[in-house]
């Protein structure tokens, strides 16, 4: 907000406009749903029962290729009770104008991630169900869901967190202009998808990320933590 101030007030001249990010979850090119099983690449089927991630440093990417940083933090919760198409996930204020593209993170600054929680508001509260136990700092990224073997559901999970697996997404092009992110007086959306297939994309060392495996079973930490951060900066594209 500060820096839309100093914008609207040393330019004198664009208006403030709405800017809305809206984001889609699909597997693949179809819409998540909740429950219903899907299949990876390894030939495991499984479905999902929790998505849960921070969004954090959000900024258009403007013409000569500086950012206009938006404030805030949110965290994003997707179960059998949330929809996951057209989303809206981020909500500011921005000079009207045409962008070339947007960029943000998953997780949160380090500046935050070592805070103590219990003396945080939402969405950094213990509440918020983000807070390793075992571990300093907060879990950026969460999914949870259930896959069978030997014809018997089994849970698994990726929790991602730690400074170092902050996943930051450069989704622009000002050499080349083929992104323009228009944002009218009016108002404007700018679309992401998130491609929850590219999570189980690759596992370790060229293997299958293999949920029958117990390595990619609970992923909290260890070497297929690296597999899973590589996949999931993938994950996210605009529409």
Known sequence: MKQLMTFLLLGGMAQAATLNIQLSVNVGKTPLEFGQTQQNVAGNTYSLDLLKFYLSEVALVQADGSELPLDGVRLLEFNKDTGTQNIEIFKSDVPAGTYKGVRFSVGIPRSLNHTDPTAQNDPLGVDSGMVWAWNPGYVFFKIEGKFLKGGAQQVFSLHL??????????LADVQLQKIQLKVPESGGVVKL??????????????????????????????PVFGAAYLNLLGAFSLE
């Not at 596992?203 to 260890?222: C, I, P, T």
Request: hydrophobic letters at 25%; aromatic letters at 12%; glycine letters at 12%.
């Open 161 to 170: 967190g730690t400074d170092p697996y902050k996943l930051q997404y450069n």
């Open 193 to 222: 998808k998130l491609d929850i297939s590219q999570i189980f994309k690759a596992g370790l060392n060229g293997e299958q990320y293999d949920l029958s495996q117990a390595r990619y079973q609970q992923v909290h930490g260890g």
